[in-house]
């Protein structure tokens, strides 16, 4: 029984952490693409660590231009964090060869550090960093977040 509890914890990071390559073949908005897997499946992402402006707020279309122009059309490495609410898959997504997509966001200072879901403390420096270069939507010193806007909008629905 110890032999086999000691294989599966041994196993856990191998399955947890296994990295899918796919194409990028859609981008939803800044913080979500879409892969074509192995046997012309498609899978909808949604990056982790980082949150883009919504389609309707400022730089929302910037942030997914960016995206866009990173990965759209190319190659990506991705490891599954987490599934969300509405069901998409989280990931890390990696291109060409080591850039981490969701920090690549945060440095041209076009999304937020998520960090409700995020102990990565490096991605608070960059957009710190962003910040203080007011890069993207750093350009405003009220810059609402992606989650104060969607809760702004639900209050006004209900």
């Known amino acids: 029984m110890m032999k086999q509890y000691i294989f599966l914890i041994l196993l856990l990071p191998i399955t ?12 939803s908005d800044g913080d979500t693409i879409t892969v074509l897997l192995e046997g012309n499946i498609q899978k909808k992402l949604r990056l982790a660590e980082v949150d883009c402006p919504e389609s309707g707020q400022p730089f929302g279309k910037n942030a997914k231009q960016f995206t866009s122009d990173q990965v759209f059309g190319k190659q990506v490495s991705f490891v599954e964090t987490d599934t969300d609410r509405y069901g998409r898959t989280i990931a890390k997504i990696y291109y060409d060869k080591d850039k981490y997509l969701s920090a690549e966001i945060i440095r041209a200072g076009l999304g937020w550090w998520y960090h409700y879901f995020s102990k990565d403390r490096s991605l608070g420096n960059l957009q710190e960093e962003a910040k203080l270069k ?9 810059a609402v977040s992606p989650w104060e806007y969607r809760k702004m909008k639900r209050e006004k629905i209900n």
């Open 16 to 27: 947890l952490f296994s990295q899918t390559i796919a194409k990028v073949v859609g981008i």
């Open 134 to 142: 007011k890069l993207g939507l750093w350009h405003d010193e009220h």
